[in-house]
């Protein structure tokens, strides 16, 4: 008898356990292909243009960015090489590069498996980059003028905001050779002007026209010989006939960091001035802490591909909650080209900085009064 209920309570147990079993199979097989369907649909939406869509803006500021994404068209071309086609070139699509108006890869190499990457045909090395730009904006304004009213070059380590970007160079006119970024002096006689450094400087389109057509192919006014300071050549090639302005914000905080954001986060009392940066800056700069940085923060070189993730993720998805956005700004309005010409002809606080004559080449047609 003992052993008949033994028997039956072991029995009652073990249908109750695969009963048991059996439901909780159905709701974590349930549960798990929810959650994996969930992972699916987000994964599939962040490797869409849906993520365009995804922001904690409010309603106001996405218009305003959906107005300038219209107004301020951008064709970036990035520079990159084959070794970084895989490492490199995806996430900059994916990021920061799927906002802009247009965007190209220049390399030394085609790649069959990516229509977004041109082949430039120079040899591979950094003592070849000044043929290279050359040669690229050639090719952009033979072929993409008419695709965009300013023209960015970066580097395949660059993040750029490009709503700050726009936002900024919606009081410019296009039509009137300006040429922007993180300026520089250096004690050249023929750089009286400076240069933009790395972390991206854009181009009107009425700069890289007289680029392409008038200073390039003349020997008098551009250095036709090879080599590694690109960017140094182009402030050579254009210090007459394009305003320089260097990208700073109403409180003249920097908004482009040539060196990576971390170095302009250290605290500096006293800058080294027999380091590069802090020799050649053009105007003084607050350096440290959260008072390094406009708000109106545009890029920065130097960045990591899994940094571009993190900057995407940070600026795009994530709102602190209870924090009011502020509603009154508004785009800027345009600037004269007197207004221009005054920013840029300021004297640079660098040691490097020589006084010079001031020359500026305009055109009937790149002169903007404001009505």
Not at 144 to 163: G, K, P, S
Not at 278 to 298: E, H
Not at 336 to 359: G, R, V, Y
């Amino acid at each position: 008898m003992f052993k008949l209920l033994n028997f039956k309570v072991l029995l009652s147990f073990l249908i109750g356990f695969a009963i048991g079993t059996v439901i909780m199979f159905g709701i974590v097989s349930s549960f798990t292909f929810k959650n994996n369907l969930s992972k699916l649909k987000a994964q599939e939406m962040f490797e869409s243009e849906e993520i365009l869509n995804i922001s904690s803006k409010t309603l106001y500021e996405q218009e305003m960015a959906d107005q300038l994404f219209n107004d301020v068209k951008i064709l970036c071309w990035v520079f990159t090489h084959p070794d970084n086609h895989k490492k490199k070139v995806p996430h900059v699509k994916n990021t920061w590069g799927r906002r802009c108006n247009k965007l190209l890869f220049m390399s030394i190499e085609k790649d069959e498996n990516n229509s977004d990457i041109i082949a430039i045909p120079v040899p591979s090395g950094r003592s070849h980059l000044w043929n290279k730009t050359r040669l690229v904006m050639k090719y952009v304004y033979e072929n993409h003028l008419n695709d965009a009213d300013w023209f960015m070059r970066a580097d395949d380590d660059n993040y750029i905001i490009m709503e700050n970007l726009r936002y900024t160079l919606a009081q410019y006119h296009s039509e009137t050779s300006l040429y922007i970024g993180h300026r520089f002096a250096v004690d050249y006689p023929e750089v009286r002007e400076g240069y933009m450094a790395g972390g991206g400087h854009i181009f009107s389109k009425k700069a890289l026209a007289k680029f392409v057509t008038i200073i390039s192919p003349n020997n008098t006014l551009c250095d036709n010989h090879d080599g590694e300071a690109d960017d140094l050549l182009v402030g050579q090639c254009l210090k007459k006939y394009s305003i320089f302005i260097d990208a700073r914000d109403s409180k003249n905080q920097k908004q482009i960091f040539p060196v990576g954001v971390e170095e302009h986060m250290k605290e500096m009392s006293n800058p080294d001035l027999s380091y590069w940066y802090w020799k050649n800056l053009w105007r003084n700069v607050t350096q440290g802490g959260l008072d390094c940085c406009s708000d109106v923060y545009i890029g920065a070189h130097y960045v990591s591909t899994q940094e571009m993730y993190m900057l995407d993720y940070l600026i795009y998805n994530v709102h602190p909650f209870g924090l009011q956005k502020n509603l009154t700004e508004k785009i800027p309005r345009k600037l004269t080209l007197e207004e221009i010409i005054k920013a840029s002809d300021k004297k640079s606080f660098s040691p490097n900085f020589k006084e010079h004559e001031l020359i500026h080449y305009v055109d009937d047609d790149e002169k903007y009064k404001r009505k």
